[in-house]
């Protein structure tokens, strides 16, 4: 009687690669380079593919997504803020870092932040040459990159720590598209109260404004998760005080922020489960377009 030949199994990805192990989904042969950990056994890469697509993802407790990486946002924001900061002592010199307010701890204005601060309605410029600047003027950019500029180094730091000691946190809970809607609606918010309610002629800037909205925000979250206030009331408090008692301080910037990122916040943590992301997107068009009728009506009544 004569022996019958055995074929050898091989790897279905790699013709080449004798094996004995197989999947344990499809059952197909496959090699070390193509085996993946299962709970039981091994699998191809074609089924751990699969896997995932049949997987809902992680969101995190408002409906953001979970990402690897830890504040992400946060950090890009704070990198954009002191790429905007070099660039303002570069076009200001040394009256950029210091030389301002508060007995020269804050630095003074330079071409950046006269070009980029909340402006309402002013003339300036060199002697026959004067022209009309301002939000009222059309420069409706201004209520966005005041959001990105200070003045002086001081004004930044203190400004991007406690964008990080808050950020991270918010993110975190609310997943990154709209930890970042927050911060943008937060700081637009206060930009256009400071628009609407300052003086014409007052320049304001500073991440100030999404930062108090980052403060009211944290309260709405801790509420909403039925954890105490305790933490950031004290916090709040403290800047509101800070706010009213320093002359140099937006106090309609700062108070916007902080009721903006109330509202935001609300419409983050409060939207019901079923059809939640629709809520949300909704509900922060609704803020945008309300603090767009605040710029038209205050823009009405300066020209």
């Known amino acids: 009687m004569s022996d019958v030949p055995t074929t050898v199994p091989v790897c279905y990805r790699h013709p080449s690669r004798e094996t004995y192990v197989r999947c344990t989904r499809c059952e197909r042969p496959i090699c070390p380079a193509c085996m993946n950990e299962a709970s039981v056994g091994h699998q191809c890469p074609d ?35 002191v790429a905007v900061m070099i660039l303002s002592v570069a076009t200001g010199g040394s009256h950029a870092v210091a030389g301002g307010g508060w007995g020269g701890l804050l630095g003074g204005s330079t071409p950046l932040t006269e070009w980029g601060s909340v402006l309402g309605y002013a003339t300036y410029g060199p002697p026959g040459e004067v022209a009309v600047h301002g939000i009222a003027a059309g420069e409706w950019y201004r209520l966005v990159t005041a959001m990105f500029l200070h003045y002086g180094v001081l004004h930044l730091l203190m400004n991007m720590y406690a964008l990080w000691i808050l950020g991270r946190d918010i993110e975190r809970l609310l997943g990154p598209g709209r930890f970042a809607a927050l911060y943008l609606l937060a700081g637009l918010g206060g930009n256009v109260a400071a628009y609407a309610f300052s003086p014409p002629s007052q320049m304001t800037a500073g991440a100030s ?72 997107v909704v509900g922060c068009v609704l803020v945008l377009l309300a603090l767009l009728v605040l710029v038209l009506y205050r823009t009405a009544e300066l020209l």
Do not use: D, W
């Open 47 to 81: 089924c751990v593919t699969e896997g995932r697509r049949s997987q809902r993802p992680a969101r995190t407790a408002f409906g953001g997504s979970v990402t690897r990486g830890s504040g992400v946002v946060t950090r890009s924001l704070i990198g954009i803020n």
């Open 209 to 280: 404004t999404a930062v108090f909205g980052l403060m009211s925000a944290v309260f709405v979250i801790l509420k909403r998760l039925n954890l105490s206030v305790a933490p950031i009331l004290p916090v709040i408090v403290i800047n509101v005080v800070f706010t009213f008692a320093v002359a140099e301080v937006s106090v309609a910037g700062h108070l916007g922020g902080l009721a903006t990122g109330a509202v935001v916040a609300a419409i983050l943590a409060y939207a019901p489960r079923n059809r939640r992301t629709l809520i949300q």
